[in-house]
């Protein structure tokens, strides 16, 4: 893997001072897409990763504190608990062994025996963010193996539940989707980065964006280009809100991993 940019250094890029997350509070979405824009690829993203993207996405799952994700994206995905192998132990120094997987589910259309529900360990059970209106049998059957968030009323609230895992002492979130959840989290002016890889694909026509939905058009959102990293034809850009460049130093990370969370 090379660095493209701000610089080409012909040395292998410190992948955890790149992507460290800056003080307090911070939502980051990790995505990929095809050349041509397709957020899958026969309804799942592996056919648009490879060995370094999996690299990076293990890197990211380490520096957070929780894994934020739609239900329909865990269904699809095959969702289950973070492992330790998977990460990158040393960074997690003075944290949890793995981060808890938190599922948005306005309609609680969960497996309570699924493994991401049943195989989550004590450090790390999995969240479910619901609404007051969700089934209350199958919110009562969720809460013997799951923590349960109430955000709204009929709809999640995004804006609630973003604050409700930041109070339980999740400050550095990382929202891997699917293009449903990374929609709201724009209209709801939540997201403060993007990762985003690039795959050497085209999809074709058909494919889903990785912001996807019926929601109104939400205003665009301003980013600026942090780094661009470059593996086999992969591209691995990181943008910051243009409006949270003060908080990053210009889109420059300022806390290292394992100096433990901010306030």
Not at 32 to 51: C, E, F, I, M, N
């Amino acid at each position: 893997m090379r660095q493209l940019f701000p610089s080409s250094d012909p040395g292998e890029p410190d992948l955890a001072r790149l992507y460290a997350y800056p003080p307090g509070p911070w939502l980051r979405a990790n995505m990929v897409s095809s050349a041509d824009g397709a957020a899958t690829v026969g309804g799942v993203t592996k056919y648009l990763s490879s060995a370094a993207d999996r690299h990076v996405f293990a890197l990211l799952r380490t520096l957070c504190d929780v894994i934020l994700v739609g239900a329909a994206t865990a269904r699809g995905e095959r969702y289950k608990p973070a492992r330790p192998r998977e990460l990158w132990r040393h960074l997690r120094d003075g944290r949890t062994p793995t981060p808890p997987i938190a599922v948005v589910t306005g309609r609680l259309d969960l497996d309570p025996d699924s493994p991401l529900i049943s195989a989550a360990p004590p450090h790390a059970r999995t969240i479910v963010i619901t609404t007051a209106h969700a089934p209350s049998g199958l919110r009562a059957e969720l809460a013997r193996r799951a923590d349960v968030i109430i955000a709204g009323e009929d709809t999640v609230d995004f804006k609630v539940a973003v604050s409700a895992l930041a109070e339980r002492g999740h400050r550095a979130m990382l929202a891997e989707g699917g293009p449903h959840l990374l929609a709201h989290l724009v209209e709801s002016r939540l997201m403060d980065e993007l990762c985003l890889t690039i795959g050497p694909l085209m999809a074709g026509p058909g494919a889903t964006r990785i912001v996807a939905g019926p929601l109104p058009a939400a205003q665009p959102l301003p980013l600026r280009l942090a780094h661009v990293l470059e593996d086999d034809g992969f591209l691995f850009c990181r943008y910051i809100r243009k409006d949270h460049l003060f908080r990053t130093g210009s889109g420059a990370p300022v806390r290292l991993p394992g100096a433990g969370r901010d306030g």
